[in-house]
């Protein structure tokens, strides 16, 4: 029993050890590759790991069958060749395709990414990818064709090979495999703008699609890094309006501010004043408050998206749905316009204290989720400490006064709100941030 411990700790040693040095990677330095830094403590390893295989052999009289798991042969060092390559990738077509991707438990996968954690296996390969992937564009296996669209893909926003744009275009016109279909649409979408044939593609075809799933995906390459290419805009808003399913709708609603087109503000008025389709609801209270505080790439802030969402904070009468608890800290947040590229500063138009009205508002609601309350307390310490950090006094202080404030009301009402104790709670704990 002791032996199988101590395997089981060196298993468990080993790979702790592995991912460690895995993070460490890109930082550390090469010496330590020839050995000159490990000192003495080489020969002492080396005697342990005769004894080591002792033990596994003991185990494997034991029955446990764990060294023979374990002693499976390492895989060749040095780089693979082009055919062992593809074999490997051949040999995925016996695994199951999911909506992520080739299956991570098939042992066919599992084989691959073993052959390829050896330094500089795949050193023959990179040349090799885009022509790789082209050949396997029209295999009849799905995983291969996924494979495929992998390897011709750059990686980078308008990066895709010339070479690349007509066997995909003609591949996807031909595509059933969902997930084939959706990695087809991210490769191509992400050079939409580098190859004008994609974007009328991604108009004319991606975002029409029979598939609403496929139609849901192509909506965010109309958008993001894709924001001012002709049409893209008016496309989205069209799907918004006219598209059939809830889905597309809601993907579209999400994504259209990346547009930073004030344009769109009257739709998100439009479909956030009541919840009747709460996905869709959702999906639009989430674009209208990211289009004046987005937590990453907020490249133009829209006074009037704050105004309207303010507005909404404070719709009512609130419910389990309006508005959405996934939101509100998104209402923790300051602000920044950019001046130049290397200046940000709050826009004049921003001020803490009506968003901090509309959020003590909705934590005192017993008609709200109770999410949405607890996550509009947690928003008024962070913005308390936002401001601080942002050296705009006083913030801090009233926010913090105003929680203490907000806490007695609710236990005193205790008996009339099922829900308010969830406040109270994260108050106290909250609270203490601001000291």
Known sequence: MKTKLKWLFVVVL?????????ACKKGADKKDKTGADMGPDMGAMTAEMGAMDAE????????????????????????????????????????????SGVDWQCPQRKAMEEALKVEDAQKLIYPKKLELGLKWLTHENA?????????????????????????????????????????????????ARKYPEIAEWLIKSASTHENEAVRAHAATYLASANKGIAGFLDRLIEMLEKDASLEVRAAV??????????????????????????????????????????????????????????????????????????????????????????TKRVPAWYKEEPVVRALLDLAKDPNANWMARTGAAKAIVELGLAS???????????????????????????????????????????????N
């Open 253 to 342: 609603c999400k994504c259209m501010y990346q547009h930073w087109d004030e344009k769109v503000v009257p739709l998100y008025d439009k479909y956030t004043k009541d919840a009747k389709e709460e996905k869709l609801y959702s999906a639009c209270f989430a674009g209208l408050v990211d289009m004046w505080n987005a937590y990453v790439f907020l490249e133009k802030p829209s006074q009037k998206a704050y105004q309207l969402s303010l507005k909404r904070l404070g719709d009512k009468p609130r419910t389990e749905e309006r508005p959405p608890w996934t939101e509100m800290d998104d209402f923790g947040r300051i602000p920044k316009e950019e001046v130049d590229k290397d």
């Open 143 to 191: 995983v291969i064709r996924f494979e495929a669209v992998n390897h011709i893909a750059s990686g980078w926003w308008n990066g895709l090979d010339q070479t690349a744009v007509a066997p995909l275009l003609k591949a996807v016109a031909t595509e059933k495999e969902l997930p084939v279909l959706k990695s087809m649409v991210a490769t191509l979408g992400t050079s």
């Open 388 to 434: 601080e950090k942002e050296g705009r006094k006083g913030v801090k202080e009233k926010n913090k006064a105003a929680l203490e404030g907000l806490s007695k009301a609710l236990e005193a009402a205790k008996d009339k709100d099922s829900n308010g104790h969830h406040v109270v709670d994260t108050i106290k704990r909250e609270l203490p941030k601001l």
């Open 14 to 22: 080993t790979v702790g050890v592995g991912l460690g040095l895995a």
């Open 56 to 99: 596994m052999g003991a185990m494997t009289a034991d029955g446990t069958g764990m060294a023979a798991d374990m002693a499976a042969p390492a895989p060749a060092a040095g780089p693979l060749s082009v055919e062992a390559y593809t074999k490997l990738v051949m040999d995925l077509a016996a695994c199951k395709l999911t909506e």
